[in-house]
T-cell receptor, first 111, second 114 residues
Framework: QKEVEQDPGPLSVPEGAIVSLNCTYSNSAFQYFMWYRQYSRKGPELLMYTYSSGNKEDGRFTAQVDKSSKYISLFIRDSQPSDSATYLCAMGGGGSYIPTFGRGTSLIVHP | GAGVSQSPSNKVTEKGKDVELRCDPISGHTALYWYRQSLGQGLEFLIYFQGNSAPDKSGLPSDRFSAERTGGSVSTLTIQRTQQEDSAVYLC????????????FGPGTRLTVL
């Protein structure tokens, strides 16, 4: 079992839909949780950073962490074609300075 | 402010040649990471620098790979005697502190070994 599991997709949704992206993990020592967006032929861009369990909202994006279930989510409201990208989850802490990344989920928002 | 920059953006080389990839981190960031991303694959950690401490080289795939960071700022990743399987996007990231994993990535260098 990989330390971080993320469905590669692709996930295809119509414009305006609510998108739910998820990762599960096995290392209970993880304390920091991040979501990155990566457009084709670009570097990953940090979208959300959360510490421990709970929710964090930023505009159309909401990150949710459930440490008891070892499950994190990213919700995108009113999705736009410009949201089409690969979304990578990442997590770290517990004495390691090197975060562990999921393989990314490809999202396609069609007009 | 300026983000992480990497050069060159693209590099095509012949098998057996050496290549050098450069990373300029965000000013003031103490931590610097190199990753490799192959088509359809996730991010593969290569090496981590933190201040003046000895780097964590645990992710380097072979002794053909090496990296240095001069003056706690610019970093160079060197691949000697390149092989076709080295073809990938090489990403650099920097982080403001050592006790958080929040990273800011550069645009990457796309390396193609013919």
């Amino acid at each position: 079992q990989k330390e971080v599991e993320q469905d590669p997709g692709p996930l295809s949704v119509p414009e305006g839909a609510i998108v739910s992206l998820n990762c599960t993990y096995s290392n209970s020592a993880f304390q920091y949780f991040m979501w990155y967006r990566q457009y084709s032929r670009k570097g990953p861009e940090l979208l959300m950073y959360t510490y421990s369990s709970g929710n964090k909202e930023d505009g159309r994006f909401t990150a949710q962490v459930d440490k008891s279930s070892k499950y994190i989510s990213l919700f995108i409201r009113d999705s736009q074609p410009s949201d089409s990208a690969t979304y990578l989850c990442a997590m770290g802490g517990g004495g390691s300075y090197i975060p562990t990344f999921g393989r990314g989920t490809s999202l396609i928002v069609h007009p | 402010g300026a983000g992480v920059s990497q050069s060159p953006s693209n590099k095509v080389t012949e098998k057996g040649k050496d290549v050098e990839l450069r990373c300029d981190p965000i000013s003031g960031h103490t931590a610097l990471y190199w990753y490799r991303q192959s088509l359809g694959q996730g991010l593969e950690f290569l090496i981590y620098f933190q201040g003046n401490s000895a780097p964590d080289k645990s992710g380097l795939p072979s002794d053909r790979f090496s990296a240095e960071r001069t003056g706690g700022s610019v970093s160079t990743l060197t691949i000697q005697r390149t092989q076709q399987e080295d073809s990938a996007v090489y990403l650099c990231a920097s982080s403001p502190t050592s006790d958080r994993s929040e990273q800011f990535f550069g645009p990457g260098t796309r390396l193609t070994v013919l």
